[in-house]
Nanobody, 114 residues
Framework: QVVLVESGGGLVQAGGSLRLSCQASGIIFRLRTMGWYRRRPGQQRELVATITSVGQTNYADSVNGRFTISRDNAKNTVYLQMNSLKPEDTAVYYC????????WGQGTLVTVSS
């Protein structure tokens, strides 16, 4: 059974930083491309960043240069370091293993105040 558990969200002022974590179980984590997604209020879920099994990363234009995705295969965990946060980054953030596109965690809420 694939389980994804996100954590690390919270309330932060604009310009601040947060680090999100997502621990995965039930998958061969080291082999999987992982992604962070977000759903902003009233909008569809969107891709934020991805990291392949060999560490190649890709970012949405809106976060490129401010967010960094990383992974620790020993801990089955993927991270999202978010710097220079903006109010428009306010969203519920989710992680996903691309091999299992229909499986999602509960998400973690990030609120950025202006």
């Amino acid at each position: 059974q694939v389980v994804l558990v996100e954590s690390g969200g919270g309330l932060v002022q604009a310009g601040g930083s947060l680090r999100l974590s997502c621990q995965a179980s039930g998958i061969i984590f080291r082999l999987r491309t992982m992604g962070w997604y977000r759903r902003r209020p009233g909008q569809q879920r969107e891709l934020v960043a991805t990291i392949t099994s060999v560490g190649q990363t890709n970012y949405a234009d809106s976060v490129n240069g401010r967010f960094t995705i990383s992974r620790d295969n020993a801990k089955n965990t993927v991270y999202l370091q978010m710097n220079s946060l903006k109010p428009e980054d306010t969203a519920v953030y989710y992680c996903n293993a691309h091999r299992y596109p229909d499986i999602w965690g509960q998400g973690t809420l990030v609120t950025v105040s202006s």
